[in-house]
């Protein structure tokens, strides 16, 4: 391995151990191996610390630990923190419930392009499904089985496609959906020097967009953006919001509205709290 990574993986995580080893467990399972891991604490217990410890000490790939004393939901600011402390050129976020596929991280690498940033998606699963989950489940892949996922009561959609895509289907599911290729927290990846261009996340966001405001913002910078959430796939454990608020999304909606109107590039609120040129 180079002495740099060529894939930081930034993953989020706030007191939810029981996700976030499930998580870790897929990223110890990819096929691609020359990535490093820096999770986003936003102040979990002590409990996290301990286990992050524990599963740095037994993986093949460097660990690092990025945490601040809990003051409420500040996933932004604690993910600035995380992004001053990737090594390499290229950057994964993804959040602490996202179980990646075994080549989640080998399609990042592969779609990559300069210019762009990749815009994967999640499938969700229920929480029975979610709390069932075993660590043999993840290692032997067939928690991205559907027929494994029906067996234990996954209902039958549309969105089932999104694990049995492949070759051209994929390919053409990629291209075809009417979903938007936005920035998305739990699967996107871009270029660290597109990414510190902008700023970084706007630390006066909480809950609810603050990953689009930084995809709204590479928009205006210029980076476009490529559709990749039939290829790049990763399974969502379900959980409460109990940070949900209908306070903090109007406030997010007001500073997106912003961004767009005026073709923000750069928030004063990020990595650098100076003001722009």
Not at 125 to 131: D, G, K, N, T
Not at 204 to 224: A, P, V
Not at 237 to 259: C, F, M, V, W
């Amino acid at each position: 391995m180079a002495n740099h990574p060529q894939i930081s993986v930034v993953i989020s995580t706030y007191n939810a151990l029981v996700w976030l080893k499930k998580t870790l467990c897929g990223f110890e399972h990819q096929i691609f191996k020359d990535f490093e891991i820096v999770l986003a604490d936003d102040g979990s217990r002590d409990d996290t610390k301990e286990f992050i410890s524990e599963f740095a000490s037994r993986i093949h790939v460097p660990v690092k630990h990025v945490w601040h004393p809990d003051n409420g939901f500040q996933k932004s600011e604690i993910l600035n923190k995380a992004l001053l402390q990737c090594d390499a050129e290229y950057i994964v976020m993804t959040d602490g419930d996202c179980i990646p596929r075994k080549d989640f991280l080998q399609v990042h690498q592969q779609e990559k392009s300069r210019g762009h940033f990749l815009s994967g998606g999640y499938f969700k699963l229920p929480m029975s499904i979610s709390e069932s989950i075993t660590e043999e489940d993840i290692k032997s892949q067939r928690c991205f089985d559907i027929n494994w996922l029906k067996n234990n009561g996954l209902a039958s959609s549309y969105k089932n496609m999104k694990l049995t895509a492949s070759g051209l289907t994929e390919k053409l599911l990629n291209y075809s959906t009417p979903t938007g290729a936005t920035w998305n927290g739990h699967n996107a990846s871009g270029w660290k020097t597109d990414i510190f261009a902008v700023n970084g996340f706007d630390e006066r966001m909480q809950y609810g967009g603050q990953d689009r405001e930084l995809g709204e913002r590479l928009f205006n910078y210029g980076i476009k953006s490529k559709q990749i959430r039939y290829s790049a796939i990763c399974i969502h454990l379900d959980h409460p919001r109990g940070y949900k608020t209908q306070e903090s999304i109007d406030k997010n909606l007001k500073i997106r509205k912003a961004t767009k109107e005026d073709n923000r590039k750069w928030t004063d609120f990020g990595i650098k709290k100076i003001k722009s040129n």
